[in-house]
């Protein structure tokens, strides 16, 4: 299957700073591409939709001046957090839908990255 | 109508044998249904997916039973092994939703040898 990638696995920082993950897809391009939180033991949690060259769509209740996500290129995504707080401590996935393998039936499969663990101090 | 109700929480089965999870939706509109697999600490991975134009696939000791009219599918894990111990999302799309999924809450699955 398609391979998601992405950076940091694993990211520390203090309260008020800005973190950034990276999600590219390696194999194929995604002209979208999607973000989820997940906290301890619940489900993924959709936070936005990166759109390539276009504004991202944020689900509702999610802060896009805080999460900020910019959708680069066909192969890349980012998701910056900024100034991170303790509640923003989570597991963030991304993921993106293989093109062409919904054999036109308009659902592609979906790939998920390895996710980032961000901790805030 | 956006949701995916998913049982049991939590399941424990004997080494051998048969896990089963199940989810039920409103929105006859999805018309894509994956099950996905998340050992701690690693993102999901695909483990089948149906579409309602069958009620049944099968992939190895996986099997997707699906029943459009009762709006549910499920999940069975045959001969489960301690490897299957993890935890199982069921999920839902539809073609005009941009690929979107909607989840299910999660079962967390502990097979004991």
């Known amino acids: 299957g398609a391979v998601v990638s992405q950076h940091p696995s694993r990211v520390i920082c203090k309260s008020g700073t800005s973190v950034k993950i990276e999600c590219r897809s390696l194999d194929f391009q995604a002209t979208t591409m999607f973000w989820y939180r997940q906290f301890p033991k619940q489900s993924l949690m959709l936070m936005a939709t990166?759109?390539?060259?276009?504004?991202?769509?944020?689900e509702q209740g999610v802060e896009k001046d805080k999460f900020l996500i910019n959708h680069a290129s066909l192969t890349l995504s980012t998701l910056t957090v900024t100034s991170a707080h303790p509640e923003d401590s989570s597991f963030y996935i991304c993921?993106?839908?293989?093109?062409?393998?919904?054999?036109?039936?308009?659902?592609?499969?979906?790939?998920f990255g390895p996710g980032t663990r961000l901790t805030v101090l | 109508q956006q949701q995916v109700k998913q049982s049991p929480q939590s399941l424990i089965v004997q080494k051998g044998g048969i896990s089963i999870i199940n989810c039920a939706y409103e929105n006859t509109a999805f018309d894509y249904f994956p099950w996905y697999q998340q050992f701690p600490g690693k993102g999901p991975a695909l483990l089948i997916a149906i579409r309602p134009d069958v009620s049944e696939k099968k992939e190895g000791r996986f099997t997707i039973s699906f029943n459009k009219s009762a709006k549910q599918f499920s999940l069975h894990i045959m001969d489960s092994q301690p490897g299957d111990s993890a935890t199982y999302f069921c999920a839902a799309a539809f073609s005009g939703g941009y690929n979107k999924l909607i989840f299910g809450a999660g079962t967390r699955l502990a097979v004991h040898p």
């Open positions: 990166s759109n390539e060259g276009s504004k991202a769509t944020y």
């Open positions: 993921s993106a839908p293989s093109p062409g393998t919904s054999g036109g039936r308009g659902t592609d499969t979906q790939y």
